[in-house]
């Protein structure tokens, strides 16, 4: 599986500002971790990647920057369509929905930046949000939603006759989301296919926080996506919070540290029944759910990082979904995106970010890359 970190953990919306990250943060993690090549799954903000697409000029001096810190890319991020680093984000990561125009837009954009970035021979994948947050969301949504996917597809078809490079879009479940797990994306996908869904071009993304925030069997989940006839194109590498037992006064202090303004935070407790509690944001279920059973808080957890106890990390989640990831006929054109972007926002006082993403690096070639022990 090919390795990248994600550069949404930068707040750069133009490209004199992704030109800097990549000198400042990408080039110089490159060289603490010793890699001669380092993966970078690019977010381009939709301004951005609209110029992009329409300037050679400006293409060719990304190319030349990249090139020039050892970096490659084979994955964008375009979930967030911009401000992702706004004071407030929280459901406005959400908007354009899939049933606006834009949101299209914006793919084709970052689609055509991607194959022309690409190395020969590599495919790219691009991750996108599922559809939309739950609420308003209408039988007319979904038709438009259902039409773009189509049209999408079409362009990803003709895209690959014109340049010879494959994109692959990559539909990455949230909760709380129109499509909130594995299982949601994955039928709502198959759905789609006899109206013009190709799933030579359309799969999933699985974000292993958020997967393991609905609790879902990492493995079955996996599994799933095959059985139904599509495909893994990206696993996003992310750590959810866990607590085992939230009703504590150590834990309550604990969490409140990180019910933080910039962004949404939803939360998941797992009742002794198999019943899953949810709360849209951690605020809310501080003050709301029970405590009777563990929670899993959606906040991006570093991947090495070993929190104080009572809290803890979902890793083993993210360990076992991309063992099992591992195991497809196609692994090797699956892309592996560290997505750490709260740095931040995490609470306490942390290392600087290029020592931070290199351990992250250090700690996804041990765990994730490194071949089992005979």
């Keep these: 599986m090919q390795l990248s970190y994600c550069t949404n953990v930068h707040p750069a919306e133009d490209l ?14 490159r060289r603490r971790t010793g890699l001669e090549v380092l993966g970078v799954g690019l977010w381009l903000p939709a301004v951005l990647a609209s110029r992009l697409a329409g300037s050679d000029a400006d293409l060719a001096l990304l190319r030349e920057v990249l090139s020039e810190q050892g970096l490659q890319i084979h994955t964008l991020n375009a979930f967030p369509y911009g401000g ?37 021979g590599v495919p790219g994948s691009i991750s996108t949000l599922p559809l939309a947050w739950r609420d308003p969301w209408t039988d007319d949504d979904d038709e438009a ?3 773009a996917f189509a049209a999408l597809s079409a362009a990803l078809r003709t895209l690959k ?4 490079k494959t994109v692959r879009i990559a539909v990455e479940p949230e909760p709380g989301c129109v499509l909130d797990t594995v299982s949601d994306v994955t039928v709502w996908l198959a759905a789609g296919i006899p109206r013009g869904i190709d799933p ?19 493995a079955a989940a996996v599994r799933g996506v095959g059985a139904a006839g599509l495909r893994i194109v990206k696993v996003q590498a992310s750590a959810a919070l866990h607590v085992a037992g939230p009703s504590g006064p150590a834990a309550r202090h604990a969490l409140e540290a990180f019910a933080e303004p910039r962004y949404l935070h939803q939360v998941r407790e797992l009742e002794s029944d198999g019943t899953v509690l949810t709360a849209d944001d951690l605020p809310q279920a501080l003050g709301e759910l029970p405590g ?12 090495h990082l070993v929190p104080a106890q009572p809290l803890e990390t979902t890793a083993d989640v993210l360990e076992a979904a991309v ?16 997505e750490t972007y ?21 700690w996804a070639e041990s765990h994730l890359l490194a071949p089992a022990p005979s």
Aim: some cysteine.
């Design 161 to 164: 006759e014109c340049t010879g």
């Design 200 to 218: 030579d071009f359309i799969g999933l993304c699985i974000d292993t926080c958020h997967l393991a925030v609905s609790f879902a069997n990492p």
């Design 145 to 147: 939603a259902t039409v």
């Design 84 to 120: 992702f680093h706004n004071d407030v984000v929280k459901t406005d990561v959400y908007l354009p929905t899939w049933a606006q125009r834009e949101r299209l837009q914006y793919t084709l954009d970052c689609a055509n930046v991607l194959a022309a970035l690409l190395p020969d």
């Design 16 to 29: 004199d500002g992704v030109i800097r990250q990549l000198r400042e943060y990408a080039g110089p993690i």
């Design 292 to 303: 009777r059973g563990p929670w899993r808080v959606h906040f991006h957890m570093p991947l």
């Design 323 to 338: 063992a099992e990831v591992s195991t497809l006929p196609y692994a090797r054109d699956v892309h592996l995106d560290i």
């Design 342 to 362: 709260t740095w931040s926002v995490l609470p306490g006082r942390h290392t600087d970010l290029v020592e931070g993403i290199a351990g992250e690096i250090a």
